[in-house]
């Protein structure tokens, strides 16, 4: 069984340019779900996927979205890129089906590294 | 939006146990508890969850306070590669908060060999 993948691993912007970064979720997993860890914090809730619709948004402005596809993979696009913006950009999927939310395991890809400059 | 409170960090001893404890005074009937680990330079990985009773799985327990304010995460042998960033999250069923995790700053385990 395939684990979560990203890609790339390490991505370096400048400043006002734009990205994508790209997210395979495990097999038989239909939710993905986005965050942001800067140095030193723990990871921050970007958005949710489920079944190709949003389904909930952290505290980040209307340049970062996404996109979740037919087989569930994702992309995450973040446009005019600000220096704040590097981080580690993390992919999580999880198996959303008839268990609860509160029960529910995410399983998180290793992450893309963004460095803006 | 944190609910939890941990130490910053915590050291330890290769082989021995360690007690990881977590504060969550707000908690609400529902909310499960879960523990997450965060190993250097990779995602962050699930550990266990509990609602009120104790919990044990291959990788460690959680205890539960009798009023569930507080929760302990015990690794009963630590070894070198448990040496990670730990974080204790609630989580409910709520499509407002229920669908995401909310981390904290977590405890750093260091582990000596």
């Known amino acids: 069984e395939t684990g979560v993948t990203q890609s790339p691993t390490h991505l370096i912007k400048t400043r006002g340019q734009q990205v994508t970064l790209r997210c395979s979720s495990q097999?038989?997993?239909?939710?993905v779900s986005w965050y942001q860890q800067a140095l030193g914090q723990g990871p921050q809730f970007i958005f949710q996927y489920y079944r190709e619709e949003e389904n909930g948004r952290g505290n980040f402005p209307p340049r970062f979205s996404g996109l979740q596809f037919p087989n569930y993979s994702s992309e995450l696009n973040v446009n005019a890129l600000e220096l704040d913006d590097s981080a580690l950009y993390l992919c999580a999927s999880s198996p959303r089906g008839t268990a609860q939310f509160a029960q529910e395991t995410q399983y998180f890809g290793p992450g893309t590294r963004l460095l803006v400059l | 939006d944190a609910k939890t409170t941990q130490p910053n960090s915590m050291e330890s001893n290769e082989e021995e146990p360690v007690h990881l404890p977590c504060n969550h005074s707000t908690i609400s009937g529902t909310d499960y508890i879960h523990w997450y680990r965060q190993l250097p330079s990779q995602g962050p990985e699930y550990v266990i969850h509990g609602l009120t009773s104790n919990v044990n799985n291959r990788m460690a327990s959680l205890a539960i306070a009798e009023d569930r304010k507080s929760s302990t995460l015990i690794l009963h042998r630590a070894t070198l590669r448990d040496a990670a960033v730990y974080y204790c999250?609630?989580?409910?069923?709520?499509?407002?908060?229920?669908?995401?995790?909310?981390f904290g700053a977590g405890t750093i385990l260091r582990v000596k060999s």
């Open positions: 097999s038989g997993h239909n939710t």
């Open positions: 999250i609630l989580r409910d069923n709520s499509l407002e908060y229920g669908n995401k995790l909310v």
